[in-house]
Antibody
Framework: EVQLVESGGGLIQPGGSLRLSCAAS????????MSWVRQAPGKGLEWVSV???????YYADSVKGRFTISRDNSKNTLYLQMNSLRAEDTAVYYC???????????????WGQGTLVTVSS | QSVLTQPPSVSGAPGQRVTISCTGS?????????VHWYQQLPGTAPKLLIY???NRPSGVPDRFSGSKSGTSASLAISGLQAEDEADYYC??????????FGGGTKLTVL
């Protein structure tokens, strides 16, 4: 059974740093495309970042230069290092597996339960 | 401001059929990228509902269907049930090399 479990969220002051983790089971993180998606309180979904199986990484403009996505193959875990945090980064952060098919496109087939990050003084 | 445009809310009585639209542009849906739909029940993570415009994952009732035409897509829910009350999001890909979402639509079952 596929499972994604996020951790690492919490209350952090503006300008601070936080690292989120996403422990996966039931599949191999390094063989898949993995993403972070966030949802601000009462708002919609916003794609944050993706890491491809080959290691390439991409970011939304809103986090580029501040966030870093990575993975630890030995722990089958995905990470999101968040630096220079701002109030507008406050959100529930979900990790999700990004399925890719030439026939049906890129879509998120499995999601974690999410971890809340609150940036406030 | 989301890249894909959805109505903020729709409603329907039990048993009725409702549709939710998702409008994009020539750089995403109109460029041929597929559209996918997610259901988010209150307080839970999103769940894949429709992928590849019109495909249902295993376990999703056939009351849910999707379609795509030009720069738009639609999600239809027939035989509306109380448990369908949720937020629904469309998602596609953009030529700027990023995943894009709609702003979400809140479905109320009257």
């Amino acid at each position: 059974e596929v499972q994604l479990v996020e951790s690492g969220g919490g209350l952090i002051q503006p300008g601070g740093s936080l690292r989120l983790s996403c422990a996966a089971s039931g599949f191999t993180v390094s063989s898949n495309y993995m993403s972070w998606v966030r949802q601000a309180p009462g708002k919609g979904l916003e794609w944050v970042s993706v890491i491809y199986s080959g290691g390439s990484t991409y970011y939304a403009d809103s986090v580029k230069g501040r966030f870093t996505i990575s993975r630890d193959n030995s722990k089958n875990t995905l990470y999101l290092q968040m630096n220079s945090l701002r109030a507008e980064d406050t959100a529930v952060y979900y990790c999700a597996r990004l399925e890719y098919s030439y026939a049906t496109g890129n879509y998120f087939d499995y999601w974690g339960q999410g971890t809340l990050v609150t940036v406030s003084s | 401001q989301s890249v894909l445009t959805q109505p903020p809310s729709v409603s329907g009585a039990p048993g009725q059929r409702v549709t939710i639209s998702c409008t994009g542009s020539s750089s995403n849906i109109g460029a041929g990228y597929d559209v996918h739909w997610y259901q988010q029940l209150p307080g839970t993570a999103p769940k894949l509902l429709i992928y590849g415009n019109s495909n249902r994952p295993s376990g999703v009732p056939d009351r849910f269907s999707g379609s795509k035409s030009g720069t738009s897509a639609s999600l239809a829910i027939s035989g509306l049930q109380a448990e369908d009350e949720a937020d629904y999001y469309c998602q596609s890909y953009d030529s700027s090399l990023s995943v894009v979402f709609g702003g979400g639509t809140k479905l109320t079952v009257l």
